[in-house]
């Protein structure tokens, strides 16, 4: 496994989704440590500002280093006020690591938006933010997108004509089809772009695994190591922990990635 280059990190700025517990903020934690400039996402400003709260008393972060942002990703329309006020305030992004996510309910949920609830905050609104964004992620070498999805994926599926499984659901089907939907992003030419399974880790998502895992701190090291200019990456790679690896074979076809854009861009009203 390559050293952390801590020099590197300190002129970079960080955008992690879902930073407000679990892999996202110890993530956070261990960016701002090494000495990036972090933007702590969380479903709201308040939860944003006590995850930020706790680097700054627990860990002793510097204040300077963090700021804060709210969005529901069960909205995508603070989704794209998320994505402006970003881009208004921080115009050169270097990494931007989709992390937030949930499990999906036992029982099949539409959001406001029309979509089924895990595949829009584990997917469409990540899928949505990215393009956003994408004026201000930087070309630069070591500029790039870490999707953070799971090892799940392999089991999946994307129902072409039902992303919604509004037929035949089952939380664990869609959970795992949120997750090869990020995965496959990983691979779209737009931006430069990884996915990683960080390990089962004990996190709010561990029932969907088994009954243990590693600590949050060890599945976030995996994602850090990502973000570090030094480490270089092949666009599209899947890395399971620290191990580039090959993602399932649906991940890698270019008429996949090309079919779930036009998906994703009828999902979240971007065909006009």
């Keep these: 496994m390559e050293i952390m280059s801590d020099t590197y990190l300190s002129s970079r700025t960080v955008l992690v989704t879902g930073a407000t517990s679990g892999i996202g903020h110890e993530t956070a934690r261990q960016l701002a440590e090494r000495g990036a400039t972090v933007l702590l ?53 270097d990494v931007l690591v989709n992390n937030a996510g949930m499990a999906a309910p036992e029982r099949h949920t539409v959001t406001a938006d029309g979509n089924e609830i895990a595949f829009q905050v584990n997917f ?3 899928y949505l933010l990215t393009c956003l964004l994408e004026p201000a992620l930087t070309s630069d070498p070591g500029g790039r997108v870490v999707n953070v999805s799971s090892a799940l994926h392999r089991t999946a599926s994307i129902q072409w004509s039902d992303p919604n499984r ?36 004990d996190t709010a998502l561990l ?58 861009d009828l999902l979240v009203d971007r065909t006009a």
């Design 166 to 201: 509004a037929r035949r659901y089952s939380r664990l089907a869609a959970y795992a089809q949120s997750q090869l939907a990020l995965t496959v992003f990983a691979a779209d030419p737009r931006v430069t772009a990884v996915s990683v399974h960080p390990g089962v880790c």
């Design 124 to 126: 469409l609104a990540h």
């Design 207 to 264: 029932p969907l695994y088994s009954h243990e895992g590693v600590s949050p701190a060890e599945g976030a090291a995996h994602v850090v190591r990502l973000c570090d200019p030094a480490v270089e990456i092949v666009n599209g790679a899947y890395y399971d922990r620290d191990e580039r690896v090959d993602p399932a074979p649906a991940a890698t076809e270019d008429r996949t990635v090309r079919r779930l854009n036009k998906l994703a």
């Design 41 to 93: 996402h969380g479903r709201t400003t308040e939860e944003a500002r006590a995850a930020a709260d706790r680097l700054i008393a627990t860990a002793g972060v510097d204040a300077g280093r963090l700021c804060t942002y709210g969005a529901d990703f069960t909205r995508l329309d603070e989704v794209e006020t998320l994505a402006r006020k970003v881009i208004t305030e921080h115009p050169h992004l």
